[in-house]
């Protein structure tokens, strides 16, 4: 959400410092009770790509940059 351009409605960063990720710029996912909400406020779609394996999950968002 933070490269991608859209408002970020709801985050909860996690409880320990993750030294590879400036702060903000990562995010806690934890079933129902704690999520990632965001809202695409610009005129143009974003796509949701996903990934994953059996360590890890990745999640982009792509769209066309605004100035």
Same mark, same amino acid.
């Given at each position: 959400?933070?490269?991608?351009?859209?408002?970020?409605?709801?985050?909860?960063?996690?409880?320990?410092? =993750?030294?590879?990720?400036?702060?903000?710029?990562?995010? /806690? *996912?934890?079933?129902?009770? %704690?999520?990632v909400?965001?809202?695409?406020?610009?005129?143009?779609?974003?796509? =949701?790509?996903?990934?994953?394996?059996?360590?890890?999950? /990745? *999640?982009?968002?792509?769209? %066309?940059?605004?100035?």
């Open positions: 959400a933070y490269f991608a351009g859209v408002d970020l409605v709801e985050h909860q960063e996690h409880s320990y410092y =993750i030294s590879r990720y400036p702060a903000g710029r990562e995010a /806690t *996912v934890s079933g129902n009770d %704690i999520d909400k965001f809202r695409n406020d610009g005129s143009t779609p974003v796509q =949701i790509q996903t990934e994953w394996t059996s360590g890890s999950v /990745t *999640v982009r968002l792509v769209g %066309i940059q605004r100035y």
